[in-house]
């Protein structure tokens, strides 16, 4: 299994240095644990992004836009 993670958190790396964390982003089931949500948001800050997000079958956010910069989840 290390193998595993280590091949993945090259990748993720890779990604980081070649196109800016900005491009990297976590989709979260909403039937997640909030611990399995505090660990996604702990990996994404991480790797120097906030881009996470739950809501798997919304498809439009323009209503939201301004609401999200308004508000967090993240934990420190």
Same mark, same amino acid.
């Given at each position: 299994?290390?193998? *595993?993670?280590?091949?993945? @958190?090259? #990748?993720?790396? %890779?990604?980081?240095? !070649?196109?800016? *964390?900005?491009?990297?982003? @976590?989709? #979260?089931?909403? %039937?997640?644990?909030? !611990?399995?949500?505090?660990?996604?948001?702990?990996?994404?800050?991480?790797? %120097?992004?906030?881009?996470?997000?739950?809501?798997?079958?919304?498809?439009?956010?323009?209503?939201?836009?301004?609401?999200?910069?308004?508000?967090?989840?993240?934990?420190?």
């Amino acid at each position: 299994m290390e193998p *595993a993670i280590d091949y993945v @958190a090259e #990748a993720l790396r %890779g990604v980081k240095d !070649e196109h800016g *964390a900005a491009q990297i982003g @976590a989709l #979260a089931a909403p %039937g997640s644990t909030l !611990e399995e949500l505090f660990l996604l948001g702990r990996l994404m800050r991480g790797l %120097g992004s906030e881009n996470v997000d739950f809501r798997v079958r919304q498809s439009d956010f323009s209503a939201t836009v301004g609401a999200a910069a308004r508000r967090s989840w993240v934990c420190p």
